[in-house]
């Protein structure tokens, strides 16, 4: 089959899956849905707060120097007159003149003629991608305001704040997980570009002298989280990015791409910001956005490297790295080989039958003591075992657990308080005392 129908079918698989077993919905569905929007359902709800903790965990909590904040998604307009966004924060557009869709021109094969109609399109014009709104009752121009299209503007507006509660020495870092969003002139391939998304983003205060070394230590780290997440090394990719593409605060940036199915495109990126954000605010804000410099007794500006991680595409691209389809008996089965950290549910618990009480109770006995300690723990009584897994491998599960007739003591007390343990990839099943199913999940989740 050629290869573009199969990588067009996987992600008609893929955005199927997620559907149907809960994972992302399309947004407003019931009224026809709305372009560039997609809801999160329980199961990739999990899957992303699943990410967000251990982006967390490696990123904020495991080190010392660093310092999140969660600033408001409206921001004073002045911010973004003075990021740079109000000017030059555009993508080209380009109309056709016979069928009057819109296009981003740099996105084209041939820029020239309508890729709908054949017609022919007129220059390309630059689009402002920023969502506009109206704050209070007024209005008139001093009303409006703006979604932040990055989260990082929201660090840098607290730099002074922070600096002034926490007295942190240089280099240290801010981070910030929230919404962005961003008119885009042709949302598209799920969620992979939409209109309203969230980021993950660092700002790293640094000396200037520092930016380079600074800059490998990240990409490093980037590294390591991607392997963190279970992200194929072979299917990742840096770019550096031309000169002439740098958006307009950058001096150097690096884009992580990843082999999506419909193409290697954009997942992450790091970049060096310079001094460029803090300066353009202390002027425009007339407050002083600088750092005490106790040995050399003089104050700088900071210059900043940004890591910046999109998790609606860290959530795509684990999706599409995960899914597999193997054959048993005649059957296909199709899994997502999520790792343990980030599966939506760690493990599901089952009676063999369910019209057995005794195997019930012992069941849930089972069930609230593994719900008690790991939370993302399911109930699954429904159709037969067989079916059962095939709903866990499908949403990722790693392990499912059964208790038996054995469990109760049928089979021997060599068996007594033992359940299966049936693992996804393998399909295999080893028997595990009640007493050690903790230990043992708690081993593998570390
Ligand atoms: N603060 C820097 C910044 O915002 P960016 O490259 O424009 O840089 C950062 O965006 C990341 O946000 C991207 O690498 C991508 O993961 C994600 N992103 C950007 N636009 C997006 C969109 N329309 N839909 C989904 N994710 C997007």
């Known amino acids: 089959m050629h290869d573009n129908k199969k990588n067009q079918e996987l992600m008609d698989k893929i955005t199927s899956l997620c559907k149907r077993r809960g994972f992302i919905y399309q947004g407003s569905e019931i ?39 969660d600033a408001a998604l409206l921001m004073n307009p002045k911010v973004w007159e003075a990021s740079g966004h109000v000017a030059g924060f555009s993508d080209p557009l380009t109309e056709c003149t016979q069928c009057k869709r819109r296009f981003r021109a740099d996105q084209l094969e041939d820029p020239t003629k309508c890729p709908e109609c054949d017609g022919a399109l007129g220059e390309p014009r630059q ?14 121009s001093s009303s409006i305001a703006y979604f932040r299209p990055e989260t990082a503007q929201g660090m840098f507006v607290n730099f002074k704040n922070v600096i002034d509660s926490f007295h942190p020495k240089l280099p240290f870092g801010m981070a910030q997980i929230g919404k962005a969003f961003r008119n885009e002139i042709t949302p598209r391939d799920f969620i992979f570009r939409v209109r309203e998304f969230e980021q993950m983003e660092i700002e790293y205060f640094i000396h200037e002298s520092q930016w380079e ?11 390591e989280w991607m392997r963190t997440i279970g992200l194929p090394e072979k299917n990742i990719h840096e770019l550096e990015v031309p000169k002439d593409d740098l958006a307009h605060y950058s001096k150097r940036t690096i ?20 001094d460029f954000d803090l300066q353009n605010h202390s002027q425009a804000s007339t407050v002083e956005l600088t750092y005490l410099d106790e040995e050399a007794k003089e104050k700088i500006v900071p210059h900043v490297i940004e890591p910046t991680f999109g998790l609606d595409r860290t959530v795509l691209a684990i999706l599409t790295a995960a899914y597999h389809e193997d054959e048993k008996d005649g059957e296909v089965r199709s899994f997502l080989k999520l790792k343990p950290q980030i599966a939506p549910v760690i493990c599901a618990v089952s009676p063999l039958l369910k019209n057995k009480p005794e195997l019930v109770a012992k069941a849930r ?8 300690k790991f939370g993302r723990v399911m109930w699954d009584d429904n159709g037969n075992i067989g ?14 657990i059964v208790v ?36 043992t999940i708690a081993t593998h989740l570390k």
């Open 213 to 223: 070394a600074t800059f490998e230590e990240w990409r490093k780290g980037m590294h």
């Open 404 to 439: 038996d007739f054995d469990t109760l003591g049928e089979g021997g007390d060599a068996l007594r308080d033992t359940v299966t343990v049936r693992d996804r990839d393998s399909g295999q099943q080893t028997r595990v005392a009640i007493d050690a199913l903790l230990t």
């Open 31 to 69: 009224y026809g849905g709305l372009a560039g929007t997609w809801d999160y359902g329980p199961l990739g709800v999990a899957l992303k707060e699943n990410i967000k903790a251990l982006w967390r965990k490696q990123f904020v909590y495991n080190r010392e120097d660093m310092y999140e904040v």
């Open 255 to 274: 884009d992580f791409e990843f082999d999506f199915p419909f193409g290697r495109k954009e997942l992450y990126g790091l970049a060096y910001r310079t």
């Open 127 to 140: 689009f402002n991608m920023m969502f506009k709104t109206q704050i209070g009752a007024m209005e008139d």
């Open 365 to 372: 006995e089972v069930f609230t003591l593994l719900k008690e």
């Open 387 to 400: 079916k059962r897994y095939r709903r866990q491998d499908e949403i990722g599960t790693p392990w499912c």
